[in-house]
């Protein structure tokens, strides 16, 4: 069982950065793909950035191309780098876990655990 907890979220101006991170625990998160979703307030949660198990892929939304960076490093953290942000950025970001068995990519089937989600509010 992983366990992933985000932070990092809160309130920012457009055009603005931020850092999410996400933390995990349990399980063998090296050998787990990760990913960022988010849900905005009205709409369907949408897919974000993924990266590989071994940090060697990264996928992103057409959306986060080009603003947007994942990353994980040796321990047990993925983080988010969120700049030029937007209003239409705001929403709960999710970070979730993908085992091995499982595959990788943009669908959230392909995640099993999820954490709580924080809250990105991007003011114009």
């Known amino acids: 069982q992983v366990h992933v907890v985000e932070s990092g979220g809160g309130l920012v101006q457009a055009g603005g950065s931020l850092t999410l991170s996400c933390a995990a625990s349990?399980?063998?998160?090296?050998?787990?793909?990760m990913g960022w979703f988010r849900q905005a307030p009205g709409k369907e949660r949408e897919f974000v950035a993924a990266?590989?198990?071994?940090?060697?892929?990264t996928y992103y939304a057409d959306s986060a191309k080009g603003r947007f960076t994942i990353s994980r490093d040796n321990g047990n953290t993925v983080n988010l780098q969120m700049n030029s942000l937007k209003g239409e950025d705001t929403a709960i970001y999710y970070c979730?876990?993908?085992?091995?068995?499982?595959?990788?990519?943009?669908?959230?089937?392909?995640?099993?655990?999820w954490g709580q989600g924080t809250q990105v509010t991007v003011s114009s």
């Open positions: 979730a876990a993908s085992p091995p068995t499982t595959g990788w990519g943009k669908f959230d089937t392909q995640y099993d655990y």
């Open positions: 990266i590989r198990w071994d940090g060697g892929r």
């Open positions: 349990g399980g063998m998160f090296s050998s787990y793909s």
